[in-house]
């Protein structure tokens, strides 16, 4: 193999890559160059170039014609077109792009997800391995991202673990079988005696249950009207067995995404915090976690009414538009509803986000706690990683915006 000094080793490296011909041994060849060897801050500007393609083709003429000097910029630090490439392959993430509060300018941190690091190849700042001088190298366990977990509480008190149970009929209760299907979801499926579930004798006891995501979980539920529900970490919903009356109500902690079957002749209501959201059939994602400033609402079809229940004040949203209820409700237009259900198509998705707003869905979705060292960093968060990436993996892309993470046991460390 050609010793990584060589001009020409790089350049056939980084033609691989772009031609999405480079080998597993090849990606991990680049990635101890640059975790070796490049200690710059390398940016890629967000308005670089408008599509993959492009941008693949604009680094590589870079590459070429820049390959042995680095590029001087007014704005930036010393930046190399060719280690830009590089951070690309390094980095194991989707698009990331930052800025700082005091100044406009926003910039892409990665763009293509080709190779991730391991415990074998330490990473600056994040590095699972940390050396000490006279001292036994202290490893740093990484943390894999959540997955489908949750506890199923009947209404006689009892608690399915979902995460263990086996596929098939977990309970019978209410006038319904409870059954866990396959990826990660629970149906309420009612027996054969029940004909219509949707008018069931207003007078039968209602039995509750509750379905609860701890940190690092999520799962689906359908439930008996037939309505899906998609909940988020750290997140539980009680709801009744039957909906009889005149109302389907559930009850929400935390962040879940709603498929409401239509029924004119039920309202579907989700209580919360402060808030009711009444809906005869829409989807729509409520984020009503207790360490998030506000609560929100955002509709993606149908339509939906927000309530705020301590001054009975109330607004109806638009597919497009966002609730936010704190003191009051606001309702604002959305460019697009894609940052608030990122998480249920498995990304992360910031836009112009500081960084505890990034910090606490981390905290959530790899159950750990954070701590900042120091002041607070004022930088700005924007673009999308996948939630699948390792918790060390996260981090690394993070810190491309000069934020520095230190990783002890469960506990994320936030440095300038």
Do not use: C
Request: proline share 4%.
């Amino acid at each position: 193999m050609k010793p990584l000094s060589s001009n020409e080793r790089y350049q056939e490296l980084a033609e691989k890559w772009l031609n999405n011909t480079i080998s597993p041994q090849e990606s991990e060849e680049f990635l101890q160059w640059y975790n070796s060897g490049q200690e710059n801050d390398i940016y890629i500007p967000r308005d670089y170039a408008e599509s993959d393609q492009e941008l693949k083709r604009r680094i590589f003429a870079e590459i070429n014609h820049n390959i042995s000097e680095p590029i001087l910029s007014p704005s930036y630090r010393i930046q190399s077109w060719f280690a830009a490439a590089a951070v690309i392959i390094a980095v194991f993430a989707a698009g990331l792009y930052f800025s700082s509060e005091t100044k406009e300018t926003k910039q892409y941190v990665a763009d293509k997800l080709i190779s991730e690091p391991t415990t074998a190849s330490p990473i600056r700042g994040v590095s699972p391995v940390s050396e000490v001088e006279d001292q036994k190298p202290v490893v740093v366990i990484d943390i894999e991202a959540g997955e489908n977990k949750a506890i199923l509480t009947l209404g006689d008190g009892s608690k399915i673990i979902l995460d263990d149970a086996k596929n098939g009929i977990l309970a019978n209760q209410g006038g319904n079988s409870v059954l866990k299907a396959a990826e990660g979801e629970v149906i309420y499926s009612f027996l054969s005696e029940v004909k219509d579930p949707l008018t069931v004798d207003e007078h039968t006891p209602v039995i509750y249950n509750t379905i609860e995501t701890p940190k690092g979980g999520k799962f689906q539920i359908k439930l008996p009207d037939g309505s899906k529900v998609w909940l988020n970490a750290a997140s539980s919903l009680r709801f009744p067995t039957v909906f009889n009356g005149s109302k389907r109500q559930v009850e929400l902690k935390g962040e879940a995404y709603f498929e409401v079957s239509p029924d004119k002749s039920k309202i579907f209501e989700v209580n919360t915090r402060n808030q009711v959201v009444q809906v005869l059939g829409t989807h729509f994602n409520i984020n009503a976690y207790l360490d998030e400033p506000t609560v929100n609402t955002t509709l993606l079809e149908g339509s939906v009414r927000v309530s705020d229940l301590r001054t009975n004040i109330s607004q109806l949203l638009k597919p497009g538009e966002q609730s936010q209820l704190s003191e009051q409700i606001e309702v604002i237009n959305l460019k697009n509803t894609n940052e608030a259900v990122a998480w249920k198509e498995g990304y992360f998705q910031f836009d112009d986000a500081d960084i505890k707003t990034v910090m606490r869905q981390i905290e959530r979705w790899y159950d750990v706690s954070v701590v900042y060292e120091g002041d607070v960093p004022n930088y700005r968060f924007g673009g999308e990683i996948e939630r699948n990436l390792s918790l060390l993996q996260v981090l690394k892309v993070l810190e491309k915006t000069k934020v520095h993470f230190r990783l002890e046991g469960r506990e994320v460390i936030v440095m300038r």
